[in-house]
């Protein structure tokens, strides 16, 4: 079974610009997760979907992070505009319904 | 609300020695507990899981973690350290119902020669 998959695999940008980050989950699987891992520190959910719905993203920067499902596959995370502090690898994770989550290689991103 | 404490940042063992790495929780629910394994450069590997059922639970690698939930904790052990051994290991608490996952800040193992 093909697992979750994610582009780009590191990404370099300067402040204020923009980037999105891509993200295909493991078939069948209905919950998605976007976690951001700052360097020494754990993954942070950010955004937590089941299916094409919301479930939580109570700690998702919406003033300038977005993410959307729309088809309940894949899902894409937008920061726009960036900052210097959000420098991280950006980690997807899909479940199948026991918590069990799977996880992508991640996108590293460098924010200058 | 959840939450995770590891107790130790940094854990350096010799090779052929037991490993322990300290976690405790806080849940409001009968939580799901995990550890996931993140070696360099590489994406975070699930080792074990605890969901109810026995309360020592056996994982890959030789791993196991036993589920105290008078102590609210949920350390991972294993009796004879590997030099692959050496990552960064992660302690997860899910919520039985939505799901929600809170992970630990990590506990880096190093595993001298």
């Known amino acids: 079974e093909a697992g979750v998959a994610q582009s780009p695999r590191y990404k370099i940008i300067e402040k204020r610009q923009s980037v999105a980050f891509w993200c295909n989950p493991i078939s069948g699987h209905a919950t998605l997760y976007w976690y951001q891992q700052i360097l020494g520190q754990g993954p942070k959910l950010l955004i937590q979907f089941q299916n094409n719905g919301v479930v939580d993203d109570s700690q998702l920067p919406k003033d300038r992070f977005s993410a959307e499902r729309l088809k309940g596959v894949d899902s894409t995370l937008k920061i726009q505009p960036a900052k210097l502090e959000d420098s991280a690898v950006y980690l997807c994770?899909?479940?199948?319904?026991?918590?069990?989550?799977?996880f992508g290689p991640g996108t590293r991103l460098t924010v200058l | 609300a959840q939450s995770v404490t590891q107790l130790d940042s940094h854990v350096s063992v010799s090779e052929g020695t037991p490993v322990l790495l300290r976690c405790n929780y806080s849940?409001?629910?009968?939580?799901?507990l995990f550890w996931y394994v993140q070696h360099p450069n590489k994406g975070l590997q699930l080792l074990l899981k605890y969901t109810s059922a026995a309360t020592l639970v056996k994982g890959i690698n030789g791993f196991e973690a036993e589920f105290k939930k008078s102590e609210t904790s949920f350390h991972l052990t294993k009796p004879s350290a590997h030099m692959s051994d050496a990552a960064e290991y992660f302690c997860v608490v899910s919520d039985g119902g939505a799901g929600k996952s809170t992970f630990g800040d990590g506990t880096t193992l190093t595993v001298k020669p």
């Open positions: 849940s409001s629910y009968s939580p799901s």
């Open positions: 994770a899909s479940s199948g319904g026991n918590n069990e989550q799977f």
